[in-house]
């Protein structure tokens, strides 16, 4: 079967929300979608302004990583953000689109979980990678741009990812709507985004959070670098920590910028 097109039309029609993603940008090639929506940011563009590509040619990851895909096989987008809230809490758009993309592919019916803390896991490897930027003017937030790389149908991984990377081709044998796909997003993170604002923080998600989460209630190591340590994880709390019982019964909450946490048996 042909696959449907993929373009800013396309795109558009998809997408009912009342602001994210109510104006798509789309090219066929750009060096990174964040780059780009950083440029509609300074240029004035609307709060859910949203960059698609086909290809990338300089895609980012985190820690300064590049993020390739080759055209036809992902969404690679980015929604822009101009938020009230002060800049700290910021980093928390990330888990709310995290969880927002695993709602998405559940849509489409594929049984998605999230590894803490943003990582969206289909059969414990990783489907997706999140890149949130912020531009802070005089302590304020100027724009927040948050890009996303699901790996949609993409047919085959380099080696050295096989074994922590997947798309939802290769775990189900089927393609899958990249329109659709952004068009779920687009809808789960605006429902998500209004209710991160109402409480400034994760508490009404919280639960739908730790619903989806891998290891909830599974043993994990807390690779803290001074002392790891084991215990339960129990889910996030409000500000996005994950909540761990260690095996003496005390609890502590770990922040994903200092640590980082694994199955015992696995990756996630
Ligand atoms: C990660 O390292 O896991 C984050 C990867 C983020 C990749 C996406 S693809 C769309 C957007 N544009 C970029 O240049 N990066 C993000």
Same mark, same amino acid.
């Given at each position: 079967m042909a696959e449907m097109r993929f373009d800013r039309e396309t795109i558009s029609n998809a997408v009912h929300t *009342?602001? !994210?993603? *109510?104006t798509v940008h789309f090219a066929e090639e750009v060096n990174s979608t964040n780059e780009w929506a950083k440029t509609l940011g300074k240029e004035g563009a609307a709060h859910g302004t949203l960059a698609v590509a086909e290809y990338q040619s300089a895609g980012k990851g985190r820690l300064g990583r590049r993020w390739t895909a080759p055209a036809g096989s992902s969404v690679m987008m980015t929604i822009l953000l101009r938020p009230d809230f002060e800049p700290q809490y910021a980093p928390m758009l990330t888990v709310v689109m995290g969880l927002s993309v695993a709602q998405a592919a559940q849509r489409m019916g594929v049984d998605t979980s999230i590894k803490w803390p943003n990582d969206v896991v289909v059969s414990r490897k990783k489907i997706c990678g999140i890149l949130t930027e912020m531009s802070v003017e005089e302590g304020n937030i100027r724009y927040v741009v948050i890009g996303v790389g699901i790996n949609v149908n993409l047919d085959t991984l380099p080696d050295e990812l096989a074994d922590k990377a997947t798309s939802l081709y290769l775990e189900t044998g089927k393609t899958y709507d990249r329109n659709e796909m952004v068009a779920y997003v687009m809808e789960c993170f605006e429902e998500n985004y209004e209710r991160f604002v109402k409480s400034g923080d994760l508490a009404l998600l919280q639960e739908d959070y730790n619903r989806m989460? !891998?290891?909830?209630g599974q043993p994990v190591r807390v690779l803290d670098p001074l002392s790891p340590y084991e215990g339960i994880a129990r889910g996030i709390d409000q500000k996005g920590e994950l909540v761990v019982e260690k095996t003496d019964g005390t609890v502590v909450c770990v922040s994903a910028g200092e640590v980082s946490v694994r199955g015992l048996y696995s990756y996630v």
């Amino acid at each position: 079967m042909a696959e449907m097109r993929f373009d800013r039309e396309t795109i558009s029609n998809a997408v009912h929300t *009342k602001w !994210a993603g *109510k104006t798509v940008h789309f090219a066929e090639e750009v060096n990174s979608t964040n780059e780009w929506a950083k440029t509609l940011g300074k240029e004035g563009a609307a709060h859910g302004t949203l960059a698609v590509a086909e290809y990338q040619s300089a895609g980012k990851g985190r820690l300064g990583r590049r993020w390739t895909a080759p055209a036809g096989s992902s969404v690679m987008m980015t929604i822009l953000l101009r938020p009230d809230f002060e800049p700290q809490y910021a980093p928390m758009l990330t888990v709310v689109m995290g969880l927002s993309v695993a709602q998405a592919a559940q849509r489409m019916g594929v049984d998605t979980s999230i590894k803490w803390p943003n990582d969206v896991v289909v059969s414990r490897k990783k489907i997706c990678g999140i890149l949130t930027e912020m531009s802070v003017e005089e302590g304020n937030i100027r724009y927040v741009v948050i890009g996303v790389g699901i790996n949609v149908n993409l047919d085959t991984l380099p080696d050295e990812l096989a074994d922590k990377a997947t798309s939802l081709y290769l775990e189900t044998g089927k393609t899958y709507d990249r329109n659709e796909m952004v068009a779920y997003v687009m809808e789960c993170f605006e429902e998500n985004y209004e209710r991160f604002v109402k409480s400034g923080d994760l508490a009404l998600l919280q639960e739908d959070y730790n619903r989806m989460l !891998a290891n909830c209630g599974q043993p994990v190591r807390v690779l803290d670098p001074l002392s790891p340590y084991e215990g339960i994880a129990r889910g996030i709390d409000q500000k996005g920590e994950l909540v761990v019982e260690k095996t003496d019964g005390t609890v502590v909450c770990v922040s994903a910028g200092e640590v980082s946490v694994r199955g015992l048996y696995s990756y996630v």
